[in-house]
């Protein structure tokens, strides 16, 4: 029987990611006492990896597709096929950034400031080639963790972090003054996996049911009945994907009116959509928008 190694990112991305497949139709099981989750497709074999590390397994093939960011496959330079972009968050429209930050107090104002200095950071490949690409001499040092603590503790003049609107580091008393990265998460495979017909197939199936929930995310259905003398009232404001299903309710002059739109567009579209003469409205949520 052919089987397809998957690699689950633990950590941050854990609980979005087994969330996602589900929405897509894998359901994934972990055990807290297991790097081992079970899913419920007999030709998918599941294992628990850092993101940090998942591409290098990747692309030794340890594991034949995985979940990573974007970041971490710079970081490592890994030989691998980026299969697509997936972005997970539903509730933030911020990209993940890797910025450079020091202290609110620090003289220093640009790059080029840096030369001779100490930089903290878990990126730390990724940044010394960024500061060689300059030309700008700097000591970068590994981080586990706290990292914005090594600049304001003076430990390091600076520091490489990732973040969202860059709140938390500047709560932590530091000044951004420089971007080097944007990271969103990626579906990638090893080269020699991708060779191969079924498992490509398979991945392109997951990689399909992926986005399909993810778009679903934020969308949602409308459903409506309306009146025959409004309908085009109501096409006219009513936003959709191509273009909404109109039918016509039994023995009646109403026409029952669905489409898909936009789920942050909602709170203002159904007072619209009352007003132009729509009732009995219906939202409902979407598991996939294919």
Same mark, same amino acid.
């Given at each position: ?94 990209? &993940?950034?890797?910025?450079? %930050? @020091?202290?609110?107090?620090? *003289?220093? !104002? ?5 030369? =001779?200095?100490? #930089? ?25 963790? &706290?990292?914005?603590?090594? %600049? @304001?503790?003076?430990?390091? *003049?600076? !520091? ?5 609107? =860059?709140?938390? #580091? ?121």
């Amino acid at each position: 029987m052919n089987i397809l190694k998957l690699g689950i990112p633990k950590g941050s991305l854990e609980k979005s990611t087994i969330s996602l497949f589900e929405k897509s139709g894998w359901k994934i099981t972990i055990n807290s006492r297991s790097y081992f989750p079970d899913i419920n497709d007999k030709s998918i074999e599941c294992s628990i990896l850092r993101a940090q590390e998942m591409s290098r397994y990747v692309e030794n093939g340890t594991i034949d597709v995985g979940l990573t960011g974007k970041d971490w496959i710079e970081e490592n330079k890994s030989d691998i096929v980026v299969v697509d972009d997936l972005i997970y968050s539903k509730v933030s429209q911020n990209p &993940a950034r890797w910025v450079l %930050a @020091v202290p609110a107090n620090s *003289d220093i !104002i640009e790059l080029k400031d840096l030369q =001779g200095k100490k #930089i903290a950071t878990e990126l730390v490949n990724f940044t010394v080639r960024y500061f060689k690409e300059k030309n700008i001499d700097v000591d970068v040092e590994f981080s586990w963790g &706290a990292t914005e603590a090594k %600049a @304001v503790s003076g430990l390091a *003049d600076a !520091i490489v972090e990732v973040t969202e609107t =860059g709140s938390t #580091i500047k709560a932590h008393g530091l000044r951004i003054i420089h971007e080097l990265m944007q990271s969103n998460t990626q579906l990638i495979a090893n080269k020699e996996a991708y060779k191969d017909e079924w498992k490509r197939e398979k991945i392109g199936q997951i990689s399909l049911l992926l986005k399909g929930a993810l778009r679903a995310e934020n969308m949602v259905g409308i459903k409506m009945n309306v009146p025959e003398e409004k309908l085009e009232g109501i096409i006219a404001i009513l936003p959709s994907l191509n273009a909404p299903t109109v039918a016509h309710l039994y023995k009646s002059t109403w026409t029952s009116v669905e489409t898909v739109v936009d789920s942050r567009s909602v709170r203002e579209l159904i007072p619209r959509l009352i007003k132009a003469g729509a009732e009995g409205i219906i939202e409902y949520a979407l598991n996939k928008v294919i």
